[in-house]
C-alpha cells in the first residue's frame, strides 16, 4: 500500500502507556499512517521530547484534544485518556464519521448505570453507549466487524475472560464458585507518578488492592454473565507485582461433573480455541510464565482439573499493554476495517 | 550472661539460605552460642569463604554431619536439610539428649503414610516421629514448651494457617470453599542454581507452579483439619514472583452467617490475636505488603468481607526466611528452653 | 539506661526515606528516646498512618517545623529536609542548646560561595556554617567528637572518600586521574513521586545522570583537597540502578609508583583501616557486592592494582540510606555523645 | 521471495540465550528458512520443550553438531557456542562451502597468540583464521561483505568501541586514557545455571567482576589500536546489574585539545555517524537508558564534555543480545549476502 493509501489514524492520549504502544504498533501498520497525536498535558511538545529513544521513527508535535480537528485529519481514532474524557469526545468524533477505538472504561458498559455507581461519573450519552461494542475479539468478534465505536476491553478483564469463556458457555462450573486471582506489572497503574508505584516502593514487594472493589469486578461479571445466560458474581482480586508488564489471572471454579479430569477439560479448551490464532492453549502440565506474552497479542492457558477438590483451575498470562491494551485495540481496529485481522500484531516475544 | 554460660547450638546445613539466617539471628542471640556448622557440599571451607561480607563476625568451618560429634559440642541443634536427611540424623541426635529443631518437612506429619506419600521417601522412626510437635508457636505453643524435637512449620504453611486460624477455630467458614492462592519470592527455590530461579529467567515474570499437587498442601490441610475438628480439604496455588523473599497469601473462604459484616470478622482476629506479639492484625481497609514483613519474625493480617459474594478474604505477609522458617525456628528455640520469646527476634524491617 | 534518663531526640522530616531509617535505628537505640516526629506536607497525620507497618512500636504525630517547640522537647535534633531549608532552622536549634545532625548538603561546605554556586541557594549563616563538622567519622572522627552541628556526609561522597582516603593520604596517586564511577539504588531520589523513578521506569534499565554536573562532585573534591594537601578535582559520574538501596564507586587513578602492585596496595588498606570497625578491606581478588551491606553500618572495600596500566581501582559499596545517610548520622551523634560508637549500628546483613 | 527460494540456515546452540534470540529474528526474515538446530546437551528434544512459548512458530528438533549434516543442509551456519568450539566445526563448515557466522571469541583476533593467552586454549586452524573477519558492520562493513567468516564481536566491545570510534579515528584523545566502565544484565552470564546469577544473589545488588583481567579486554584493545593506528591500552571493568538485558558503558578519555566543549565533539559524532541507521547520536544533555534499547539492534549514544577536567566522557546502550549478540549476526549476515542491511532488524523497543 502506498503512503498516499494508508488510512489516517490519530492516537489521542499518546503520551500515556497506552498511547507508547499504539504509536509503536501503527507505526509498523501497513494500512495505517498515524497523523495526529493528542494529549493535554504536553500539548506542544513533541512526541520525541517525551521519547527520546524513538525519535528516529516518529516526529509529530503533541496537538490539543479538539475533536473536529482531529476528525479532519483522521478515519480512525483511538482514545487513551482516563476515565470520563473519552465519553465527552467520542461522540462528536462519532458524527464526523470517524471510527473510534476508547482505551478506557467508558464504553465497556451496556447499563450506564453500573458505569455511574462503579465509576462516580455520570453520563447522558446514552444512545451513542448503546452501539459501543465490547472489544473483545475472541468473544465478539462478529459484532465488532460492523461497529464504529468499540470500548476496549480491560486489561484483566481480557485475561480473565479468555480463561473462562469455555467453562462458562458449555455450562462445564458453578458460576457462584468463581474466584479470579490477578497479578499485574506495576506498568497497569500508568505513567503519573505516584508513590506506591515507585521503584523504591514496589521493587522487592508484593500485595493485593482493591479486595471485593475493584472496578474491573462489574465489567467481568457483565462479561461472564453474558457468556453464561444467567447473573454471575464473581470474586475478584488484583495484585501489584514487583515487575513492569504482564498479567497473570488464576481463576478457580466448581466443576458441575465431578467426573471430569484434565484430559476431558484440556480437550475442551483445544477445541474451543483451535481456531484463535492469539489464544495459545498450553498442553497437560505446561502452565504459562508472563514473560512469554511480553510485547505480544498472546494470551497463553494452562489448565489444571483437581480431582480431589472438583475444581478447575485456569491460569492466563497476557501483556497487559498489548493483548491487555493497545495490540487488542489494533486487531480490534483490523477487524473493523476488514483487513486481515493478524496485521501488525507481534507474536513473538524477545525471550528472555 | 557470660559466654561460658551459653548454650552451645549448632546448626546443620548452614550454607543454604536458611542456615544464613540461623547463623545471622543466633551470632546476635545472647543466650546462645554457634559452636557447630555442619554441611554436606562445602566440608572443609570456611563459612566466610562462601559468605564474605560475614567474615568479621563469624570464623568456622564446616565441617561433616556427624551426629555424635554434633552432640558432644552443642545441646540444642537446627537442622536445614534437604527433606528426608533429618530424619536420618535426629533420632540420633536425640538418643544423645540434644534438643532438636528441624527445618525441614520431615517431622512435619502426624501421619507418616501422608509423608511417604506425597515426599517419595519412606520412613522407619515412626516413634521418634511421634514425639515431634510442629513448629508454629501461635498454634501449638504449649506442646512446643515440652517438646525435644520440633518440626518447624513451612513457609507457604505458616502464613496460611495463621490467617486461616480465627475462621476455624471459630467455625466461621465452610471449610470446603478454603481456597489459598500463595506468592513466593525465589529464595524459597534455595541456593543450588537452577534455570528457572536465574534472575535472567524469573525477572519481570511471574507464574504459577505446584497446581493441585504441591507437598504443602497435605501439611496446610492436617493443621486446618485440627483446628476445624473435621477434615478439611484446601485448593493450594503457590506462585513464583520476581522478588527475593515474601510470602503473601490470599486466603478465600465462604462465610457460613452471611450476616457479618467486616467490622465483626476484625474484631474477632483482634480478639484473637491480642496477646500474639508476632501476629499484627491491620485496621480496617488497610492489606498488608510483603515488604513490611521483611527481615522480622512477623506475620501481618489483613482482613476484608465481601458482602456480595458472602466471602471472606484474609491476606497474609511473611518473610519466608523468617517468620517462615529461620526466625520461627529460633522462636521455637526460646519457647522449648523457658527463655522470653521473643529474645533475638527482629520486629522492625528496614524499609524500604 | 531507665526510660527517664534517656537523651530526648527529634527528627524532623521524618517520612522520607532517611526519616524512617532514623526512626528505626533510633527506636532500637538504648540511650535515647525520640519524642518530636517534624514534617511539612504530612503535618497533623501520625507517623503509623504513613508506614502501617511500624504501627506496633511508634505511636507519634507528625509535628510543625517551629525550632523553639522542637528545642523545648529535645536535646538531639536530626534534620532531614530538602537542601536549603536546615540552615534556616539549626541557628534557631543551637542557640536553644541542642545539638544538630543535618542530613542534607547544608552543612557540609566550608566555603559557602561553593554551595551557593552548586545549590543555587544563597546563604546568610556564615559564622554558624563555620563551626559545622563534616560528619565523616573515620575521616573527621576527632572533631565530630566536639561539634554541636555535624553536616553529616553525602552517600556518594561516603562510598568515593572512605575509598580514596589511603591513597591521597599517603600521596600513592596522581590526583588529576581519579575517576569516580558510582551507582546507586533509586531510594536515593527519595520518595517524592518523579516519572523517572517509577518501578515501570527504573526497573530493567540503567543511565546516567548528571555527568560533569552532580552536586557530589564540589564535596568529594572539598575532602579530597584536605586529605590530599593540595587542590583535587574529580571526574565523578553517577547511575541509576534498578535496584531499591545500595552504592557501588568504582574509583580509578593512576599510581605514583608503577612498581606497586596488589599486594602492597591491599596491605597499605589493611592497615590504615586496621582501627575502623565499619571499614572492612576484602581479601585480594574479593570486591564487594552492595547487597552485603544493605540495612548495615559498614563500608566494604576491594582494592586492585593492574600492572599493565599503572591504575589503581578501589570498589567501594555501602547502603545509601545507612553508611550513606541515617546510620552514619547515628555513629556520629554517639561520638558527639561520648557514647560508645557503635551503638545500634547494625553490622549483619538480612542476606540475601 | 517464495518458501522454496529462502535460503537455509543452521543455528548451533539454539537452545542458549543467543541460540533463541536468533530463533527468533530469522524466523521473521524475509530470505532465509531455518532448516537445522544443533545442539549437545539437549539434543533429540525439540526446541519448543525448551520454550513452550515459542511452540506455535517453531517445530524442530535439536540436532547434533555434525559439521557436514549442517553442510549438507545449510548455506549459512550461526555458531553460538561456548568458546573454543567453533574453531574445531568452522573451518570443516567452510571447506564444504557454506558462510559461517561465529558468536563466540574463537574468531574475533588476528593475532592467536592473543587468544590462546586470555582464553587458554590452544588453536591450530592459523589459515582459516586469518580470514576471518571481526563483526562489527560500523567499523568493517566493507571486510564484511566480502568475508565467508565473521568472528561476531562481543557485547562489551559493541558498546564501547561505538562510544571511541570517532574520538581515535581522529585523533581527539590521548588513547593512554581510556577508561570503560562497562554494566551489564545477568542475560550475559548465560542459560546454565549458576550460583552467581541466581535472583536471589543477583537482585538487589550490584557488583563489579573481571576487574583488569576481564578476557573482552584484548578484544577492544584491538580493535582500538587498529583505530587509532597505535598500540592502545584500555583499562576496563564489567559490572553485573540487577536486570536481565542491557548494556551501559561509560567511558572516559582526556581530550587532546582542551578548547573542545561539547558541541563540538556532538558534531563530530554526529557527522561521523550520519549514515549510520544504527547508531544513535543523541540531542546535547541528553544520555540513554539501556531500556532505549532493549530488543533492537541500536546503539545510543550521548555525550559529554567536562571542561574542568578536559575528558569527554560517552556513555552507549545496547541490548547485549542483540547489537551486542544475536541481531548484530544478523546484520553481518545481511551484508555478507548482499542483501539490505536492515532486513529483519528491530528497531523499536516496546517502552517500558
Redo the contacts between chains.
Keep these: 500500500m502506498s503512503a498516499q493509501d494508508r488510512v489516517p489514524v490519530g492516537i489521542i492520549g499518546a503520551s500515556g502507556?497506552g498511547g507508547?504502544?499504539l504509536v509503536?504498533l501503527l507505526?509498523?501498520h501497513p494500512s495505517v499512517q498515524v497523523t495526529y497525536m493528542g494529549g493535554s498535558g504536553s500539548v506542544g511538545q513533541n512526541f520525541a521530547d517525551l521519547?527520546?529513544?524513538?525519535?528516529?521513527?516518529v516526529n509529530l508535535p503533541i496537538e490539543n484534544l479538539e475533536p473536529e480537528a482531529i476528525a479532519d485529519r483522521c478515519k480512525i481514532v483511538f482514545l487513551s485518556l482516563p476515565n470520563g474524557l473519552a465519553s465527552k469526545i467520542a461522540p462528536r468524533l462519532l458524527a464526523k464519521g470517524c471510527k473510534v477505538l476508547d482505551l478506557s472504561a467508558d464504553y465497556r458498559f451496556t447499563d450506564l448505570q453500573v458505569y455511574e455507581s462503579w465509576y462516580k461519573e455520570s453520563r447522558t450519552d446514552t444512545e451513542v453507549n448503546s452501539k459501543a461494542v465490547y472489544g473483545l475479539p475472541e468473544i465478539y468478534r462478529d459484532r465488532i466487524a460492523t461497529a464504529d465505536l468499540v470500548g476496549c476491553a480491560g486489561c484483566y478483564p481480557t485475561a480473565s475472560l479468555l480463561a473462562l469463556q469455555p467453562l462458562l458457555k458449555q455450562g462445564l462450573v458453578d458460576p457462584s464458585?468463581i474466584?479470579i486471582?490477578a497479578?499485574s506489572?506495576?506498568?497497569g497503574?500508568g505513567?503519573?507518578?505516584?508513590?506506591n508505584?515507585?521503584?523504591?516502593?514496589?521493587?522487592?514487594?508484593?500485595?493485593?488492592?482493591g479486595?471485593?472493589s475493584h472496578r474491573h469486578t462489574p465489567e467481568i461479571e457483565q462479561i461472564c454473565s453474558d457468556m453464561a445466560g444467567q447473573e454471575v458474581?464473581?470474586?475478584f482480586?488484583p495484585?501489584l507485582?514487583?515487575?513492569?508488564?504482564?498479567i497473570?489471572s488464576?481463576v478457580?471454579a466448581k466443576l458441575r461433573d465431578p467426573g471430569l479430569v484434565k484430559e476431558d477439560v484440556l480437550t475442551i479448551y483445544k477445541s474451543f480455541y483451535r481456531n484463535s490464532e492469539w489464544v495459545?492453549v498450553?498442553?497437560k502440565n505446561?502452565?504459562?510464565?508472563?514473560?512469554?506474552?511480553?510485547?505480544t497479542n498472546l494470551c497463553?492457558l494452562?489448565v489444571?482439573?483437581?480431582e480431589?477438590?472438583g475444581?478447575v483451575?485456569v491460569?492466563s498470562?497476557i501483556d497487559n499493554l498489548?493483548k491487555g491494551q493497545a495490540a487488542q485495540a489494533v486487531q480490534c481496529m483490523n477487524i473493523m476495517m476488514g483487513w486481515e485481522e493478524s496485521l501488525a500484531l507481534p507474536?513473538?516475544?524477545?525471550?528472555?
Aim: aromatic fraction near 10%.
Design positions: 502507556y507508547i504502544q509503536r507505526l509498523e521519547y527520546p529513544h524513538i525519535a528516529h521513527a464458585t474466584i486471582d497479578k506489572g506495576t506498568s497503574g505513567r503519573q507518578p505516584k508513590t508505584l515507585l521503584l523504591a516502593e514496589a521493587d522487592g514487594s508484593l500485595g493485593a488492592y479486595i471485593a458474581l464473581v470474586q482480586t495484585h507485582i514487583p515487575m513492569i508488564r504482564g497473570l488464576t478457580y495459545q498450553l498442553p505446561i502452565f504459562p510464565q508472563t514473560k512469554w506474552a511480553l510485547g497463553y494452562g489444571e482439573v483437581d480431589r477438590t475444581r483451575i491460569v498470562a498489548m507474536k513473538l516475544t524477545f525471550y528472555p
